[in-house]
């Protein structure tokens, strides 16, 4: 087992997480932690995340900077990939580590500075209430069109908006069924089960940010379609300026769209 750093891909522009030879105290820690609670894949995404949002090119490994990393930057990734309850369970786990260590001088100078980067730093989520991670979205949280052909195409959405569900539901009536997906492992789930056609993410009420899915890329497949309603104006501004951008195969159709906007897009994609 390697430590996990962020290196950028200058063909791609993303970053992605590669291992060096020798693995850390707090690093093993960690990476347990998460393997108890989620697949290789999700637990790649998690600290790559993380790794990201706390400016440091490898997990910490002592001193007051190992606390920062768990209580801040780690936290945040595992609630938008995992859930609130995920992140709390994981935070509770590593805390006694975190404090053992929280003490200890730092004897030697990391590649890339630490910079501290505050909570309201990392990107807007708001999640009402998280699935477990091997969990499926509930049946009752699926949305199906009435009347609806006996085989239709499948739209998992992505709000914490109940209303937005419906008006999504409603946009499509006769021509999908929607599912809503409360986190990005859920998201996973649906595309790794290839049935879902399309994955609409509401911006503007996101139970999973724009960020978080665009680390997950790497475990979506090549064909999945994501479709951006109400994402805010300056989005691809601001990724560039995280050294990411868009794939070309996801459609945003802008911070005004209505749902009967985003429906006639998905209409269009679907036919």
Known sequence: ????????????????????????????????????????????????????????STIPERGPDVADFVEGALFVATEQVLGLAAAEALAAQLAPIAAMVRSQEISSVRPTPDVGVARDSFPELSISSPIAPTSRPPAGGRLVTDPAPERVPFVAVASSDPGGLDEMSRALGGVATVHAVRDALAILDELDDRETDLVVIDCRRPVVSVETLLALGPELPGDARIVLWGERADLEASLAQLGIALPDNWICCGPHASAEDVGAVCRVLLD
């Not at 291992?19 to 790559?48: C, F, H, T, W, Y």
């Open 1 to 56: 087992m390697g430590i996990y750093s962020v290196s950028s891909l200058e063909e791609t522009g993303h970053r992605t997480l590669q291992r060096a030879p020798a693995a850390g105290l707090v690093e093993r820690a960690v990476v347990e932690a998460i393997d108890a609670l989620a697949s290789e894949k999700v637990r790649n995404a998690v600290l790559e995340l993380a790794l990201r949002w706390s400016r440091n």
